[in-house]
């Protein structure tokens, strides 16, 4: 990760100024004395997203690239991730949340039991039905200031415990 394969090669001399880049990306610049076990999972999080922008890849893979983060890192990690994609990346990210993926995604593929039971854009992906089918929970779609926004819906069972928290 981060600029070992760039090693013995010209481009290692550009190594500094990439991984300074990617520290300021990413908000790891004041962890960088810190050793990584000592880092919360957020930072962590943080920090591995900053290796793989120094990567500097034509294809990034990215699982779960949000999990552990607060919602100003969510959205700074995947804000970098579309960058990265209108700069020509190709950019695949596993995202669970599906109100953040479509916010996000250009395209959308929907994967249950190893197959695959939809590809195309957000609003024609996500859909109340397909949700409920994959997820086994209805859901709703609903559209907010030109974005969509998937939320599960409370059953009798789960409106009880949500009277309870």
Not at 136 to 150: A, E, F, N
Request: aromatic fraction near 2%; charge should be negative.
């Amino acid at each position: 990760m981060g600029r070992s394969p760039w090693a013995r090669l010209p481009e290692e001399d550009l190594d500094d100024l990439i991984i300074a880049e990617s520290m300021e990306h990413t908000d790891v610049i004041t962890l960088a004395d810190r050793s990584f076990p000592t880092l919360s999972g957020g930072e962590k999080a943080r920090t591995s997203f900053a290796r793989v922008l120094a990567q500097q890849t034509n294809l990034v893979l990215l699982d779960e690239p949000t999990a552990a983060l607060d919602i100003r890192h969510s959205e700074q990690v995947l804000s970098q991730a579309r960058r990265l994609a209108r700069a020509g990346h190709a950019v695949v990210a596993v995202l669970h949340d599906l109100t953040v993926a479509a916010a996000h995604a250009d395209r959308i593929c929907v994967l249950a039991d190893g197959r695959l039971m939809a590809d195309g854009t957000p609003a024609d992906v996500l859909t109340p039905s397909l949700s409920a089918d994959v997820y086994h929970h209805p859901v709703d779609v609903i559209s907010h200031d030109g974005r969509l926004v998937v939320l599960p819906r409370l059953t009798p069972l789960n409106q009880e415990a949500s009277c309870a928290l």
